[in-house]
């Protein structure tokens, strides 16, 4: 994933830790949801039809913090 130039140039070193921490809690937050039933799980996502289940949202969320976060590296060593 790249950002665009401009939006790379306006990204501080404290705007590349907050996606570090939101990246953080994203985890707590599958781990929180993996101490639940695996059977049960299944019963609540199957409550939840939209465009996925939690568990889902989590993934592509941790995913998406990454490589943000990967593709903000150097920030603030320019």
């Known amino acids: 994933m790249r950002i ?9 070193p404290d705007d590349r830790e ?11 937050a599958e781990h929180v949801w993996n ?5 049960k799980q299944c019963e609540l996502n199957a409550q939840h039809h939209d465009d996925g289940s ?3 949202c ?6 998406a913090a990454d490589e943000l976060i990967e593709a903000s590296e150097g920030v603030g060593k320019r």
């Open 35 to 39: 101490r639940i039933d695996g059977g």
């Open 4 to 12: 665009e130039q401009q939006l790379l140039a306006r990204i501080t």
């Open 54 to 56: 939690l568990a889902l």
């Open 18 to 28: 907050a996606l570090v921490e939101v990246a953080h809690f994203l985890r707590k």
């Open 58 to 63: 989590l993934r592509r969320a941790m995913q």
